[in-house]
């Protein structure tokens, strides 16, 4: 799956099922981080939210037997409603806050991409 050029890994999480989500903070627009995906993966996409705005592109085929989520990628905008950013607290760093949050959850390994 493509990263975002510059985007600072933030976390993972286990998702289930082999699967992990993978959290990534940039401060450049939501708007321009939609585009680069749509772009990049030469898709549109879906605006599933506008208040905030969230929008995912499907990476895969889900699998219920064998995943816990469809693979993907989910942008958010983290500065909506005034809102600072997304919050990232790291021991022994300083806070760090980021305008937009890429979460990408990959198919579990073996799996393949399905399309």
């Not at 208040?51 to 993907?72: K, L, N, T, W, Y």
């Amino acid at each position: 799956m493509p990263i975002y050029p510059g985007a600072q890994f933030l976390t993972s999480f286990d998702a289930g099922r082999g699967q992990r989500y993978f959290l990534f903070g940039t401060n450049v627009d939501f708007a321009q981080i939609v585009a680069y995906y749509r772009t990049a993966l030469k898709q549109r996409g879906t605006l599933v939210y506008d208040q905030p705005p969230i929008h995912m592109f499907d990476v895969g085929r889900f699998r219920e037997d064998s995943m816990a989520f469809p693979p993907g990628i989910t942008v958010k905008d983290y500065t909506w409603g005034g809102s600072e950013g997304y919050l990232d607290l790291k021991p022994g760093a300083p806070p760090t806050r980021y305008r937009t949050v890429i979460q990408l959850v990959p198919a579990p390994e073996g799996a393949g991409s399905g399309r």
